[in-house]
């Protein structure tokens, strides 16, 4: 059983700095691509970055690119979000996401396993 669980939510101010993780467990991940996405109150949920295990290799959304970095602790099993220069707009529960196929997607329906999420809270 797959099991992904996010941590490091809370509140930061406009400006600041902040890092998610999520903690996967139940496989082997060696193959897997793992999102994360993110959903603002009374929006559809929607594609932040994904990373591919095997080769690290990254995908990001435009509205993130150059301030939030993804990155994995194999040993761990962890992936990380380094989220900087922070925005009210960036406000929103955070979601991990597994897709065992290994695709760099965008896409919601790509992904096989979901964590719970992790709020994030961006004040100005």
């Known amino acids: 059983q797959v099991q992904l669980v996010e941590s490091g939510g809370g509140l930061v101010q406009a400006g600041g700095s902040r890092r998610l993780s999520c903690a996967a467990s139940?496989?082997?991940?060696?193959?897997?691509?793992m999102g994360w996405f993110r959903q603002a109150p009374g929006k559809g949920r929607e594609f932040v970055g994904a990373?591919?295990?095997?080769?690290?290799?990254?995908y990001y959304a435009d509205s993130v690119k150059a301030r939030f970095t993804i990155s994995t602790d194999k040993a761990k099993n962890t992936v990380y979000l380094q989220m900087n220069s922070l925005k009210p707009e960036d406000t929103a529960v955070y979601y991990c996401?597994?897709?065992?196929?290994?695709?760099?997607?965008?896409?919601?329906?790509?992904?096989?396993?979901w964590g719970q999420g992790t709020q994030v809270t961006v004040t100005s």
């Open positions: 139940g496989r082997t991940f060696s193959s897997y691509t």
């Open positions: 996401a597994a897709d065992r196929e290994g695709w760099l997607s965008s896409l919601n329906r790509g992904y096989d396993y």
């Open positions: 990373i591919r295990w095997s080769d690290s290799r990254t």
